[in-house]
């Protein structure tokens, strides 16, 4: 079975520019989750769906940062303008469908490492 | 105040020895605590996690929560140089996000 893969592994752009993060979760797990670390600090999350709606955006920075996960699959995350402050690695996360109060694993891909020049 | 701290480290230790890593966290209502292992440039990977308090093993590895202190511990025994990775902490709140600890690094030393 394949795991949680992320497009691109690295990306290096200049201030001001676009870049677009993409997330295939797991196949069948609907909560897909989008992580951050930024130089030295922990990993903290920003958002999570649950299949194409948003459940949870608070640890979004800014209107700059734009999540989707269209039909309920892969998920985007859109940076735009970047800044300097969004150097770092994002992780992306999937689990499978939440019982109330049960854990479920959130399996994580490799991450992208993005670098704002 | 940070919600979970964790001393980064690093960790340098001989092949064989026993490693304690630690963390603690503020919230009292927390109730699933997970260690991940995160090698360079890889995902966090999930080691084990605990519910509530008390201890969990799995092979050469334990788990330990005491919620009275709020305090999360893994040991590791007989540590191998393939053990040598970022270890993190991590604490799972009510809406389900992971709330991390910042990474101890482990260095087992052949």
């Known amino acids: 079975e394949a795991g949680v893969t992320q497009f691109p592994s690295h990306s290096v752009i200049e201030k001001g520019q676009t870049v677009t993060l993409r997330c295939d979760p797991i196949?069948?797990?609907?909560?897909l989750y989008w992580y951050r670390r930024v130089m030295g600090k922990e990993i903290k999350f920003l958002l999570h769906?649950?299949?194409?709606?948003?459940?949870?955006e608070s640890g979004m920075p800014n209107n700059r940062f734009l999540a989707e996960r269209t039909g309920g699959t892969y998920s985007t995350l859109k940076v735009q303008p970047a800044e300097l402050e969004d150097s770092g690695v994002y992780f992306c996360?999937?689990?499978?469908?939440?019982?109330?109060?049960?854990?479920?694993?959130?399996?994580f891909g490799p991450g992208t490492r993005l670098t704002v020049l | 105040q940070k919600e979970v701290e964790q001393d980064p480290g690093p960790l340098s230790v001989p092949e064989g020895a026993i490693v304690s890593l630690n963390c603690t966290y503020s919230?009292?209502?927390?109730?699933?605590f997970m260690w991940y292992r995160q090698y360079s440039r890889k995902g966090p990977e999930l080691l084990m996690y605990?519910?509530?308090?008390g201890n969990k093993e799995d092979g050469r590895f334990t788990a330990q929560v005491d919620k009275s202190s709020k305090y999360i511990s893994l040991f590791i025994r007989d540590s191998q140089p393939s053990d040598s990775a970022t270890y993190l902490c991590?604490?799972?709140?009510?809406?389900?996000?992971?709330?991390f600890g910042s990474g101890t690094r482990l260095l087992v030393r052949p």
């Open positions: 996360a999937s689990s499978q469908r939440s019982r109330a109060g049960a854990y479920n694993e959130q399996f």
């Open positions: 196949s069948g797990h609907d909560n």
């Open positions: 769906f649950v299949k194409e709606s948003k459940q949870d």
């Open positions: 919230n009292s209502a927390f109730q699933y």
């Open positions: 605990t519910y509530s308090s």
């Open positions: 991590a604490i799972m709140d009510s809406s389900y996000k992971l709330i």
